[in-house]
């Protein structure tokens, strides 16, 4: 698959960003941002409450130290999601700025794809970037993920212009975004690593710029250092390790998941078998349409360009870098965690489907492709894949009589105790209490905990809170010793990935 990059040979010119173009661009941002912003009132989920937290109702000294004490990765995406917070709804408002970087991610993805594949690739690496379901996910996601797409991908980009026109400037850029790269989430280094080797093999008549630039990255980041290292001692390393360990089938799976899947939904659900099945035949069509025309032709076959090695490196390299790094020191076999190879796997792609000579094999690449993606984003969206609804579950119990008590259920016997270290905050009753808006008593429990007397002591009215798990596609009963205290005179449930229901009781009589 020969592509031609490098300058204007490349579409690297104003011949890339034309007025059709910037409205194309515009609109496939567009697109990315409604999208992103579909997302911003659902309920807070998993380690969006550890963020929440940490910004919410603090000053920026706080929460710098509470990123130290607490946290598994670097402070910049606190910093930006306290100034957030500080805008409206903080519960809305801490996802804005992946909301915006998310979006923002687009335009930049077909910038570097200009440099590095051409400019139909580049289209087409954008259209994912902003339809893939898995970056929408994360677009809305108020942790740094999209923050760090965004700057891995300025980074790459600053380091292409940089090596083009060794403008000072563009290597200031570079060093900086490269910087914040790496205080936004340590998994940048899996793809700044692989960049840097490719520049030292690529350009070595620049070795001086490089190695010059790649130490000033380096300083940058020395001064976090001792911390990364007190963070290393934190509980949540040891439970990545335990709960996601690596297998071939949990990394096939989360490459696999990257453009067209979920993050909380098997390949088989988003975007299903039959898509998938497309998928396969598209690529397929793809890339047999290059060797054949390969093998037809009387030259020597083209040798990749320099910059489409690049794109390839970013794109496998990150995911290998990161499974040798789980195997050798501890699991981070979670499908977030390779979003660093996204937009050079987009890029990939895009440089595949767009590869065939004969445009109605190339229009059927591209066709399958997108087709793919837009089908794992439909199904990504339906009610069932949602966030956990804890906000619909707070209003309803809202609207309940005020002195009733809540008590959430928890089937898999979590923390009593906040991790963060406040008294009384379990893990599942924090999502709730987020949104409730009357003070009223509340507990968490376990279902045996459930039946001590103790627990439901002046209980009538009982509100019991009964939330689902990813593992648990159907919420299970509630335990059977309630049936002995209580009546159940209600129930409502919401969809979601998982969902939550509410039931309502009354004491029974002589109990």
């Avoid at 990123?67 to 903080?90: C, E, K, M, N, R």
């Avoid at 940048?188 to 520049?199: E, H, K, N, S, T």
């Avoid at 159940?488 to 009781?505: D, E, F, N, S």
Wanted: with cysteine; net charge positive; glycine share 8%.
């Amino acid at each position: 698959m020969a592509v031609r990059t490098g300058g204007a040979s490349a579409g690297a010119g104003p011949a890339g960003f034309g007025r059709p173009a910037v409205l194309a661009l515009a609109l496939l941002t567009l697109a990315a941002l409604l999208l992103r912003l579909a997302g911003l009132r659902e309920s807070l989920f998993g380690d969006e409450l550890f963020t929440f937290d940490i910004v919410s109702e603090r000053g920026l000294g706080e929460v710098l130290r509470r990123v130290h004490d607490t946290s598994i990765t670097p402070p910049l995406h606190y910093v930006v999601a306290w100034a957030a917070v500080h805008f409206g709804d903080p519960t809305e408002s801490v996802r804005l700025p992946s909301i915006v970087f998310g979006a923002a991610a687009v335009p930049a993805v077909y910038a570097l794809g200009l440099r590095t594949v051409g400019r139909p690739a580049a289209f087409v690496a954008a259209a994912l970037m902003a339809l893939s379901p898995f970056a929408v996910y994360y677009g809305q996601e108020a942790r740094a993920y999209a923050t760090l797409v965004l700057l891995l991908t300025g980074s790459t980009l600053t380091l292409l212009i940089a090596l083009d026109g060794g403008r000072r400037r563009w290597w200031i850029a570079f060093v900086a975004l490269s910087g914040a790269a790496l205080y936004a989430h340590y998994t940048a280094v899996f793809a700044l690593a692989p960049q840097a080797a490719w520049a030292l093999w690529a350009h070595r008549q620049r070795l001086r710029d490089v190695v010059l630039a790649h130490a000033a990255v380096a300083a940058v980041f020395a001064p976090w250092i001792p911390f990364y290292l007190d963070q290393r001692e934190n509980f949540g390393i040891e439970a990545l390790d335990a709960l996601f360990p690596l297998t071939l089938r949990s990394f096939s799976q989360n490459v696999g998941r990257l453009v067209p899947g979920h993050p909380l939904v098997a390949l088989g659900e988003v975007p299903g078998k039959p898509a998938l099945a497309l998928l396969g035949l598209g690529l397929a069509i793809a890339a047999a349409a290059v060797v054949l025309d390969r093998r037809a032709l009387p030259r020597a076959v083209e040798p990749p360009s320099a910059r489409l090695i690049l794109v390839l490196i970013l794109a496998a390299g990150a995911p290998l870098a990161e499974a040798l790094y789980s195997l050798a020191v501890s699991s981070i076999a979670v499908p977030r965690s390779l979003l660093v190879a996204q937009p050079a796997l987009c890029l990939a792609l895009g440089a595949l489907v767009v590869a065939p000579r004969p445009r109605p094999l190339r229009a059927l690449a591209v066709g399958c492709l997108l087709a793919v993606t837009i089908a794992g984003l439909v199904r990504g969206s339906r009610d069932e894949n949602r966030r956990l609804p804890w906000r619909e579950a707070a209003a309803f119990v809202d609207a309940q009589a005020p002195a009733a008590p809540v008590v959430v259920l928890d089937y898999f016997g979590g923390a009593t105790r906040d991790p963060l270290g406040r008294a009384g905050g379990a893990p599942l009753l924090r999502n709730l209490r987020i949104y409730l808006e009357r003070s009223r008593p509340a507990l968490q429990a376990t279902p045996a905990e459930l039946a001590r007397p103790a627990t439901l002591r002046a209980a009538d009215g009982l509100l019991l809170v009964v939330p689902g798990f990813p593992t648990l596609r159907t919420l299970p009963p509630p335990p059977p010793e309630l049936d002995r205290r209580f009546r159940l005179t209600g129930r409502r449930t919401w969809t979601g990935a998982p969902p939550i229901a509410v039931l309502t009781y009354v004491r029974r009589a002589g109990t």
